[in-house]
C-alpha cells in the first residue's frame, strides 16, 4: 500500500493534454468573414459548425487524431474518387487541400492532430477565392492548436 500511494500521485501529477475546442481554434467572427454573412455556432465535441442561417452555406471545423499514413491513405482515395487534391506547404509538412463540386477544405497535420476547415455550398459550388479564406483562417487556427 505505501508503494502504491507514491505511484499514484507521480501518475495524477502528470500534465492532463486537453482536447482544444474546435471553436476556438476558429471562431464565429473569422467563420462570418470566410463565408461573408453572420454565421450561427453549433459547438460539437469534435467539431464546430457555423451556418449562415436561412441557406445552405456552412464553415464546419473539425479536430481529429492522425498522422502521415492516414494522410497519404487519404489523399489517395480522395484523388481515386475523383476529388482534386493538392498539397498546401505553407501550413506544414502533411497539409493538403481538397475540392469536392459543392465543398472545399483544407486539411493541417500537426502532430497527431488534424484539423480540417471546410466550406460547403449543398446547393451551389464555393465561391471564387473561398480557398484563399480558408488557407487564411487555417494559418490562425494553427496558431491556436
Known sequence: M????????A???????????????VTQSEAATVVGSAVEKKALPTSCIYTVKGSTV????????????TVNTTKANFSKSGITVK???SLGAGSYS????NA????????DQMLRIGYVNSSNKPPDGIMD??????????SRL
Request: charged share 25%.
Open 98 to 101: 481538397a475540392i469536392w463540386p
Open 11 to 25: 501518475i495524477c501529477s502528470l500534465p492532463v493534454l486537453a482536447q482544444k475546442n474546435p471553436c476556438d481554434l
Open 133 to 142: 479564406k480558408l488557407r487564411e483562417a487555417a494559418k490562425k487556427a494553427l
Open 104 to 111: 472545399d477544405r483544407i486539411y493541417v497535420l500537426k502532430g
Open 2 to 9: 505505501r508503494c502504491l500511494i507514491p505511484a499514484v500521485l
Open 58 to 69: 456552412a464553415l464546419h471545423v473539425r479536430l481529429s487524431k492522425s498522422n502521415s499514413a
Open 87 to 89: 498539397d498546401e506547404p
